[in-house]
């Protein structure tokens, strides 16, 4: 949380580090909050923060600075900030049992055929430690870029994303339950297209239905509440 300038961010690398990341935003207390940022906090990876709107502009006409290229950490590509021994060491973190990961391997499954086209893929990630998922970019054009292009030409497409899943979440683990329990639940499904569209807000993705997103919540906790009497008596 300083100012610093790319000469310091270079000397203060990991070994073996050939790329420069950074966020794009216009409110630093959310971007601090971002799922994005969560790997590079536990890997202790540094991140610039772009909160102007030209600012990924600059980088993306400079592609490199000292033979290192910047990448947005919402892309979906960061292998070398994975394989990163954190400080606390990864052994310690639960695994999954066999029995689980299949059970997870059969929700995703149950995910991708829910929401459909409305992205690339759904898939299992390691670089959430405490969100339940996130959408990244299959390339390295970010989504702040890609709003900006959007803004400039209305005929510009954003690209679709992939929706990355954590399989450690308290939440998806209990959704991946549920789907085991009743793979034709409403709430199951509304439950998951309600976190799709929360990554998306959180993605600064335009388009989501006011109406729809509101009625799904009603949804939700009126059948929540629901199953929460129907337990007591």
């Known amino acids: 949380n300083k100012i610093i300038t790319l000469k310091e961010y270079i000397e203060s690398k990991k070994e073996g580090q050939k790329e420069i990341y950074f966020i794009s935003g216009t409110d630093k207390k959310n971007i601090e909050k ?6 590079f906090k536990k890997k202790n990876v540094d991140v610039l923060f772009l909160t102007e709107p030209i600012d990924e502009i600059i980088l993306s006409s400079l592609m490199k600075f000292e033979d290192m290229e910047f990448k947005s950490i919402d892309n979906s590509n960061l292998d070398f900030v994975k394989n990163i021994k954190s ?65 400039m030409n209305k005929d510009f497409k954003t690209s679709k994303k992939i929706l990355q899943i954590n399989p450690k979440n308290q939440l998806i683990k209990g959704l991946t339950k549920l789907y085991i329990l009743n793979k034709e639940s409403d709430l199951l499904k509304n439950i998951c297209i309600q976190l799709f569209d929360s990554a998306q807000m959180i993605d600064g993705i335009s388009g989501i239905e006011p109406a729809d997103f509101t009625s799904r919540i009603m949804d939700i906790m009126k059948e929540t509440v629901n199953m929460a009497v129907n337990a007591k008596q």
């Not at 971002?34 to 790997?39: C, D, G, Q, T, W």
């Open 34 to 39: 971002s799922p994005y940022l969560e790997i």
């Open 87 to 151: 400080e606390d060491s990864d052994n310690q973190e639960q695994k999954l049992s066999k029995e689980e990961k299949n059970e997870f391997e059969d929700f995703l499954k149950f995910y991708r055929d829910t929401l459909g086209d409305k992205v690339i893929t759904v898939i299992e990630t390691d670089r959430l430690t405490d969100s339940p998922c996130c959408l990244v970019n299959p390339d390295n054009m970010s989504s702040h870029i890609q709003k900006i292009l959007q803004m």
